[in-house]
């Protein structure tokens, strides 16, 4: 098949969260005919349930849609929608990769946000063209001419002509369509030099094989085309090449320089096909690979351990096929004395850790209980040895210490006016140094702050949305490591350390997180048949101590007519009940009890 | 071990009898029995059904003979008479009476008189069961019972009169409102009377009552009027425990007292895994290590007796029973029994479990039983379940 590289315009949509991204591909893909209505289902990209459910986009998705411009000519459109949260600048950095354009989504009320700043940037980074488009206009509270200003004064970009739609409601689709010809550029790249292209994701199918997602920079590729893996040296013999239906393969004879599609070759494991790695032609190899991404390094670490011990194979197998096209997730076996075997788990952020739970949880089927999150601190011990720590436990007695460093971000908080001060209360209290404010307009403000990563890893987001009603917005990035007081606090559940609960906190916090865990556990430990003391120690030294009270009564007084069926099946219900427990020493501590402790700000 | 109302002389085994008569004049606002208003075709319908689910299942008992019955309900002195005097007869007509057998009948205050009362006498009837609850007539209706102190007190009577030498009275504890002198004033106001036998039961909130509606896990708000707290409900509790021990009762079990020699031996045959056979909606039955129980749809039960539920009862479930059944009664589970139940030591079965309650101070063993302590019954529930294998 031989298409005119003039005629193809490969791009994605780039956006702040719910500023109507998914909603804009949606109707892209509705109007250009795509699918029917009756395959139209909301949110066609969107397709694991999760990212549905919650409306953000976690993995990126292609589709290639034909549309037949004004002038009566038909272009080949490739869009790739991608994550829109900060935790996946990594996976929005792979589909970017695979990109000449993007269309930026900036909602007509809200205007620019943290993350349409950072996700503007990456695409400048990648020499991305952008394409402004103002969304929901129909909004009351919409103010296209502001946000088009804002456009141009933040972010530095002509948006005078950007088109003004509704998304939601498919006011001027076709302006956006028409104007991609303009503003997105055509790619480029010689169909006739040798094979040069881009992996930009892949996936499993039970039937073919792993399926691979790539954007052809230079030459073609063709059923039959031996192909070598360059990283990996890994080579195949094409099975089949095509591109993305709306949620389907569509297979074809050839994809050439400037096109973006897909290849199998009965490829059984998917590390010989990396994400980021070129493709060439065995036969015909070009001289040197592309540029891979940018590695990105787990930030936020934390136990993984199934609910049912059984399952421990399971969760294996299930992080391994997750890390299959999700690189940034990083796992290695652990044992714990309260939860037994389990993994040690590195993520981008915490939304990245809640979507990987959650998805181990739902597409796996996997009970599982994860202990606090933990940043990895530098420890520099006595004898000089630095070592990387992200496991409380394996901290070094505090004699062979020397010092110990942790993790800083830089972050930009974007903040309505009305509500500066309770953000910077709230930085205050995180041990953030204020860096400046910039007001981007009368009413809004962007916030800089240098804050250790360890103080907004736990609750940080809820508390800003909570002391913002909503308004502030955040996004930050790792700036380096600075020394710090730190200390590890355990807990003893009646005179036992818990392993799984120990952490690692700022010297001057201590005392008050001892406290609020303690009075957490309190709540989320049933009472038992003695009472049992909760603690909180540091070393030797307890900080903070709360009790549950022995359980006063549980007896039947009543056992009517013989009917002891009836009775043993309350037993049963208390045994089983039991199971749910985390047997620590004599006492049961239900498995909701390690997650309670992440969230000590709720109430 | 057996009592010697358990054994008989011919070779015979021993059976009980539980009659289920499911009718009362209105549901009470705590009960979750089986239990519902009926007009009187539909209650004479039940009772020649219980004639001829009598006649169904009597011919697999010849070998057996009845030492204690109780009919139960409901409120089963509902019946007329008449009623009662026709049901005996089928009892009587389709099993074989021991001559001392124990014959309960549960009767509510005030549906009894002297009239009915001879019919009881006469039917063979020889203990009472009087279902009173409370002796003020506040918690009563809060209750939603039918009848005030002064009914019971002359059904009481009339009882004595009609020549009834052994009588149980049922009070609650924990009810709401309640405090700990109001709970002992209806306890003295019974024992004044110095009924033979007392159960004391703590009000349980039962899913599916409307009391469950005021005071169970999902209520929405705060009652108007609150129940005890833990700590006052289990004073209520020890407090009564002492005072009928120090009037002569024996406690016997979790809730029960009994003077020497008046225990229920009917209720005992369930804490001890006697044989029974249940007659009527719901009634469940124990035989030749076989649980099976009756239908609970009334309409089912009219046109079959097919058993809703039946378990054949394996070794492990056995044991389990001994155990968590045995020590519903004060003095607990004998070593001795267990081994010549089951051919093996209790401690072989047992060890870990029995040595943990022990440390714990849960269970207490003296002369080759073990039993539950006083912190142990407080807390029976999960010590029993905890001998589940």
Not at chain 2, 152 to 175: H, P, T
Request: net charge negative; hydrophobic share 40%; charged share 25%.
């Amino acid at each position: 098949m031989q298409v005119d590289q003039s005629k193809i315009r490969n791009f994605c949509i780039i956006a702040h969260i719910d500023h109507g991204k998914s909603t804009l591909a949606d109707r892209i893909i509705e109007k250009t005919g795509t699918l029917t209505l009756r395959e139209m289902q909301d949110q066609v990209l969107d397709n694991m349930d999760l990212e549905r459910e919650r409306g953000i986009t976690i993995k990126s998705q292609a589709v290639r849609i034909v549309y037949k411009s004004k002038s009566g000519e038909e272009y080949i459109y490739n869009l790739i929608d991608t994550p829109g949260h900060v935790d996946f600048n990594y996976e929005v950095s792979r589909s970017l990769a695979a990109c000449d354009g993007a269309i930026l989504v900036v909602d007509a009320a809200q205007g620019v946000e943290a993350q349409t700043l950072a996700n503007v940037y990456l695409a400048l980074d990648h020499d991305l063209d952008v394409m402004p488009v103002i969304n929901k206009i129909d909004l009351p509270s919409a103010d296209p001419d502001r946000v088009v200003t804002e456009i141009e004064d933040v972010i530095g970009i002509e948006a005078e002509d950007a088109p003004r739609i509704s998304a939601k409601n498919g006011i001027n689709i076709e302006e956006v369509l028409e104007q991609i010809i303009e503003k997105i550029p055509a790619p480029t790249g010689d169909p006739d030099a040798p094979l040069k292209a881009l992996i930009f994701d892949s996936v499993y199918d039970s039937y073919k094989g792993v399926i691979v997602f790539f954007r052809v920079k230079e030459g073609r590729i063709a059923k039959g085309t031996r192909v070598r893996m360059m990283a990996t040296g890994a080579e195949f013999e094409t099975v089949e090449v095509g591109y993305f239906g709306a949620g389907q393969f569509i297979p074809c004879d050839e994809l050439s320089a400037g096109m973006v599609g897909y290849m199998t070759a009965s490829i059984k494991n998917l590390r010989e096909t990396r994400v980021g790695d070129t493709i060439t032609d065995a036969d015909h190899p070009c001289d040197e690979p592309l540029p891979g991404y940018k590695k990105v390094n787990p930030m936020v670490y934390c136990g993984m351990y199934p609910a049912d011990g059984a399952r421990y194979p399971d969760l294996r197998d299930a992080l391994e096929k997750l890390q299959l096209n999700d690189a940034s997730l990083f796992y290695e076996p652990e044992t714990s004395v309260a939860l037994g075997f389990g993994f040690r788990c590195g993520f981008l952020g915490l939304l990245h850790l809640e979507i990987i739970q959650e998805r181990l949880e739902r597409e796996y089927n996997l009970d599982l209980v994860t202990t606090a999150p933990s940043v990895v601190y530098h420890i520099h011990k006595t004898n000089g040895e630095m070592i990387s720590l992200s496991n409380p436990s394996n901290m070094p007695d505090p004699s062979e210490i020397d010092y110990m460093e942790e993790p800083v971000v830089a972050a930009e908080i974007m903040v309505t006016t009305d509500y500066i001060g309770p953000i910077m209360d709230l930085c205050m209290e995180r041990r953030g140094v204020y860096l400046g404010m910039e007001y981007l307009e009368t009413t809004r403000a962007l916030l800089k702050y240098e804050l250790p990563l360890n103080e907004i890893i736990y609750d940080f987001f809820d508390a800003l949305k909570s002391r913002s009603r909503g308004y502030a917005s955040f996004d930050y990035e790792l700036k380096g490591y600075q020394r710090s007081e730190l200390v590890k606090l355990d807990i003893l559940v009646n005179k036992e350390a818990v392993d799984a609960l120990s952490f690692i906190v700022f010297a001057d916090s201590a005392y008050e997180r001892g406290r609020k865990m303690c009075e957490k556990l309190k709540q989320e430990i049933p009472r038992q048949l003695f009472e049992v003391p909760i603690q909180a120690a540091i070393g030797s030294k307890i900080i903070a101590r709360e009790t549950v009270k022995a359980m006063r009564k549980d007896v039947l007084a009543k056992c009517y007519g013989g009917d002891i069926s009836r009775k043993r099946k309350l037993l049963e219900k208390q045994k089983e009940g039991k199971k749910r427990m985390r047997q620590v020493g004599n006492v049961e501590i239900p498995q909701k009890a390690f997650m309670s402790v992440l969230k000590l700000d709720d109430e | 071990m057996s009592s010697s109302w358990m054994m008989n002389d011919h070779e015979k085994k021993a059976l009980s009898l539980y009659i289920h008569y499911p009718f009362c004049v209105r549901k009470c606002r705590y009960c979750d029995f089986l239990s519902f208003p009926a007009d009187a075709a539909a209650r004479q319908a039940y009772l020649d059904r219980l004639g001829a689910e009598m006649a169904y299942r009597s011919q697999a008992f010849s070998g057996y003979e009845v030492t204690s019955l109780f009919i139960g309900g409901g409120t089963p002195s509902l019946m007329s008479g008449d009623q009662l005097l026709a049901l005996m007869d089928h009892v009587r007509r389709h099993f074989s009476l021991r001559e001392d057998a124990e014959l309960t009948m549960e009767c509510n205050p005030g549906t009894v008189d002297a009239e009915k009362l001879s019919a009881m006498r006469k039917a063979g009837i020889n203990r009472i069961s009087f279902g009173l609850q409370s002796a003020r007539d506040e918690e009563l209706r809060l209750l939603g019972r039918i009848h005030s102190f002064s009914d019971f007190l002359k059904s009481y009577e009339a009882a004595r009169e009609a020549g009834f030498d052994n009588i149980n009275v049922d009070l609650m504890s924990a009810l709401p409102g309640q405090s700990l002198s109001s709970c002992m004033e209806s306890l003295e106001a019974v024992l004044a009377l110095a009924p033979e036998h007392l159960s004391v039961y703590s009000l349980i909130i039962e899913p599916g009552t409307p009391f469950w509606d005021l005071y169970g896990e999902d209520a929405p708000g705060k009652p108007a009027i609150p129940l005890p707290d833990e700590d006052t409900e289990r004073e209520m509790y020890h407090r009564i425990c002492r005072r009928l021990e120090a009037a002569g009762y024996d406690h016997y079990e979790v809730s029960n007292f009994a003077r020497p020699g008046r225990a229920c031996r009917h209720n005992l045959v369930y804490w001890r895994r006697g044989e029974y056979l249940g007659l009527g909606l719901g009634a469940a039955s124990l035989v030749d290590e076989r649980r099976f129980s009756n239908t609970r749809d009334l309409p089912i039960y009219m046109s079959s007796f097919a058993p809703a539920e039946e378990e054949r009862l394996t070794e492990q479930a056995r044991m389990e029973e001994t155990m968590f059944l045995g020590l519903r009664c004060m003095r607990g589970v004998s070593e001795a029994e267990f081994e010549a139940a089951f051919g093996k030591r209790i401690g072989d079965i047992y060890g870990p479990v029995l040595e943990k309650l022990c440390a714990q101070g849960l269970l207490a063993r003296e002369k080759g039983r073990f039993f539950l302590t006083e912190r142990g019954l407080d807390v029976a529930t999960p010590v029993m379940a905890a001998f589940l294998l």
